[in-house]
């Protein structure tokens, strides 16, 4: 069944493009999941189907999903935080920064701060994990 699904998102939906933007969250939450645990059999096609998806919306399009859905849903949290840590890439300029954050840090640090607050110590460490490596700091 999986399989089957992933295959009709891929066919149907990602060439529907900036369309898919009204109803982006749900459906980013929907597919998320299978990246709950990385030894499943689906996380390599699941990764890959939102990355085809984030390119087709648009990249602070599809962040903006992407931190709204780690803000609100915290069943949503550990396959998210996931694919963060596989598909973010180390913010080196304000550009990154800004691409990465969708120009609404209050939305990042909401989310992160909801996600350091989880009672999962999997979600908390990994939440952990994304602001050292992928978050810039001052290191005078």
């Given at each position: 069944?999986?399989?089957?699904?992933l295959e009709l998102y891929e066919v149907y939906?990602?060439?529907?493009?900036?369309?898919?933007?009204p109803s982006l969250r749900p459906l980013v939450?929907?597919?998320?999941?299978?990246?709950?645990?990385?030894?499943?059999?689906?996380?390599?096609?699941?990764?890959?189907?939102?990355?085809?998806?984030?390119?087709?919306?648009?990249?602070?399009?599809?962040?903006?999903?992407?931190?709204?859905?780690?803000?609100?849903s915290p069943h949503h949290r550990l396959a998210?935080?996931?694919?963060?840590?596989?598909?973010?890439?180390?913010?080196?300029?304000?550009?990154?920064?800004?691409?990465?954050?969708?120009?609404?840090?209050?939305?990042?640090?909401?989310?992160?701060?909801?996600?350091?607050?989880?009672?999962?110590?999997?979600?908390?460490?990994?939440?952990?994990?994304?602001?050292?490596?992928?978050?810039?700091?001052?290191?005078?």
């Open positions: 069944v999986k399989n089957s699904l939906l990602v060439p529907l493009g900036v369309e898919l933007i939450l929907s597919i998320i999941l299978g990246l709950e645990e990385e030894s499943s059999d689906y996380f390599i096609k699941v990764n890959n189907l939102l990355n085809r998806i984030k390119q087709a919306v648009g990249t602070s399009e599809f962040y903006d999903a992407i931190w709204t859905g780690l803000l609100i998210i935080i996931n694919f963060l840590l596989k598909n973010i890439p180390l913010i080196t300029s304000n550009q990154d920064l800004i691409e990465i954050c969708v120009n609404n840090t209050k939305l990042v640090s909401s989310a992160l701060s909801a996600a350091l607050q989880d009672q999962e110590q999997l979600v908390v460490r990994g939440s952990l994990e994304i602001l050292l490596k992928h978050f810039p700091t001052d290191k005078r």
